[in-house]
């Protein structure tokens, strides 16, 4: 059975500072990653998507990277800013179980001005 | 629609009554997923479909729950004789499915269920 970590749970940063986010996998069997925000009471906005024959997806200040191998993927964002505070999700899907995806706890990041 | 559209946002009602969520997907998105979030459990997998059809309903918790896509686009999610803990926000999402495979899901606002 498929299991997402994300550490650390909870983050807080200066305001300028990069941001290092986490996600560990344990069945390295993926059809792709996906990284989600969620601010509270709402739903979830998609960030990334990296396919599982991709290392590495960017947009703007985000940068996500993936090392299927290892089963781990990490989430940059840079030059932090107070509007990047939030939970951030990271799921991975299955192709044989229909892209259905498994979902870590999250990281809450707190970006202080 | 411009995303995917769930429907009420909020739903409060009373332990042991039915209740009837709506998912509206993004047009063209033939898989939809429905998934719930609850403060202990973080966010699990309730039922995938592909088309009209449901190929996975492995996560619905109990035979209380069911759901239906009708016409490759709008799904309803309903739980019969609510109890206390279905409270939780239910999230629809939905996703392309070119000939190369899933493209990413876009996810709806939710709808928050509170069970009295």
């Known amino acids: 059975k498929q299991e997402v970590t994300q550490i650390p749970a909870a983050l807080s940063v200066p305001e300028g500072e990069n941001l290092v986010l986490n996600c560990s996998f344990t ?19 998609s960030l990334l998507l990296i396919q ?4 590495e997806q960017t947009s703007g200040r985000l940068n996500a990277s993936l090392d299927k191998s290892s089963g781990r993927s990490t989430l940059y964002i840079a030059a932090s800013q107070p509007g990047d505070s939030a939970t951030y999700l990271c799921a991975v899907g299955v ?10 706890g999250g990281t809450r990041v707190l970006v202080k001005p | 629609g411009a995303g995917v559209s769930q429907s009420p946002s909020n739903k409060v009602t009373e332990k042991g009554k039915d209740v ?33 059809s449901a190929p996975d309903k492995s996560g619905l918790p109990s035979d209380r729950f069911s759901a239906e896509r009708t016409g490759g ?24 499915v070119p000939s190369q495979g899933w493209t990413e899901a876009f996810f709806g ?4 269920l509170t069970v009295v």
């Open chain 1, 27 to 45: 069945d390295s069997a993926i059809y792709n990653l996906q990284w989600f925000r969620q601010d509270p009471g709402k739903g979830l906005t």
């Open chain 1, 52 to 55: 599982s024959s991709q290392r």
């Open chain 1, 95 to 104: 192709k044989a179980a229909g892209n259905k995806l498994t979902f870590g």
């Open chain 2, 20 to 52: 009837e969520l709506r998912c509206d997907p993004i047009s063209g998105h033939t898989a939809l997923y429905w998934y719930r979030q609850s403060l202990g459990q973080g966010l699990e997998f309730l039922i995938y479909f592909q088309g009209n």
């Open chain 2, 73 to 96: 686009s709008v799904s309803t999610l309903t739980i019969q004789r609510t109890q206390q803990e279905d409270s939780a926000v239910y999230l629809c999402a939905s996703s392309l």
């Open chain 2, 109 to 112: 606002q939710g709808t928050r």
